[in-house]
């Protein structure tokens, strides 16, 4: 096949008067599950690469993180039922009369990846796992024997991409890595993993909302809630005028209703919203380049978990 160059006859990105642009914070549910997952794939392939020097058959991209329960309070609060951790697909268990223990392997990896991203969620309590990687095809898992420079394929993927990202993009990422920088916890401990931050820019003006979960147990009452709250809204303020030359307007936690106790306040216990309001799933949080653009070409295809060497839904969206 060969290569076909044809002029985009659009207005660029920049020159449109309006732009939408979202980032899924890596304490979504979404995030949770598509960095899980993908983690997942990598240590799969290094024990096949150890075992066997190959990497073989296998696509951890069917995840799903099912909400738990929680009891809130102010100053802390308990988890009444864990969240639920679903790993889906296929994997090669066994080679040759060799095993491997991908559910081991599967666990122990979410756990410790939980562990150096969720402040406030203990793997070992917080969180149940259901792992259903079964075994692939018969012709899927041949591909993987054949040998030959190229794997084949009997799939198909259609992948877009653009580069650069608009200012608009950036900002937007920007914000999300700005509030959930190791820095930024230090100084506000108190501000959540599960954050999400939406652009909209009209003409020169950008409305930027952002939720972002406190968390309990450093907070000790309604007012104190506030009182964070508008500390961490001039912190983005700062932030954003050092960082956007647009006109912005910055919307924070928007459902809040102040004298309506715990029911009008975006408080949590661990940090996200997976604890008891929000599934996850992989393939429905940001694209391969970090954000989720409504008004850039873009592809249906989820590249967390797939298997890097054999799955052109991986190779050619990375």
């Known amino acids: 096949m060969g290569i076909v160059v044809e002029e985009l006859k659009a207005t660029p990105i920049e020159k449109r008067r309006v732009e939408i642009v979202e980032r899924k914070g890596i304490g979504h549910p979404d995030s949770i599950c598509d960095a899980i997952m993908e983690r997942v794939s990598v240590e799969l392939c290094k024990e ?30 308990e988890i009444l039922e864990p969240m639920l951790l679903i790993f889906g697909d296929r994997a090669t268990r066994e080679l040759n009369g060799e095993e491997i223990d991908v559910d081991e392997i599967a666990i122990s990896t979410a756990k410790k990846w939980i562990r150096e991203n969720l402040r406030f969620v203990n793997p070992d309590e917080d969180v149940r796992y259901q792992v259903e990687l ?20 009997n799939d198909t993927s259609a992948a877009v991409g653009y580069a650069p990202l608009s200012r608009t993009e950036k900002i937007v990422l920007e914000v999300e890595k700005f509030l959930n920088s190791q820095d930024f916890k230090k100084r506000f401990p108190e501000c959540g993993e599960d954050i999400k931050v939406m652009g909209l820019r009209i003409n020169n003006s ?16 309604e007012k ?59 393939g429905r949080g940001n694209k391969v380049n970090g954000v989720i653009a409504f008004d850039r070409p873009s592809s249906s295809e989820a590249a967390a978990g797939k298997n890097p060497v054999s ?3 991986k190779i050619y969206n990375i």
């Open 48 to 77: 096949y690469l150890k075992k066997f020097g190959v990497i073989l058959h296998h696509n951890i991209d069917k995840g799903l993180l099912v909400a738990g329960s929680v009891k809130l309070e102010f100053g802390g609060g």
């Open 311 to 313: 799955h052109v839904g």
């Open 134 to 153: 079964k075994e692939g095809s018969a012709e899927l898992t041949d591909i993987f024997k054949r040998g030959g420079e190229i794997l084949g394929a």
């Open 206 to 221: 950008l409305t930027l909302t952002i939720a972002c979960p406190l968390v309990s147990r450093f907070i000790t009452s």
């Open 224 to 282: 104190e809630y506030f009182r964070k709250k508008d500390e961490l809204l001039e912190e983005i303020k700062g932030f954003v005028s050092q960082n956007c030359e647009f006109k912005t307007d910055i919307l924070l936690n928007t459902l809040d209703v102040e004298g309506r106790g715990l029911g009008g306040i975006y408080l949590t216990l661990t940090g996200t919203s997976a604890e008891d309001a929000d599934c996850g799933q992989v």
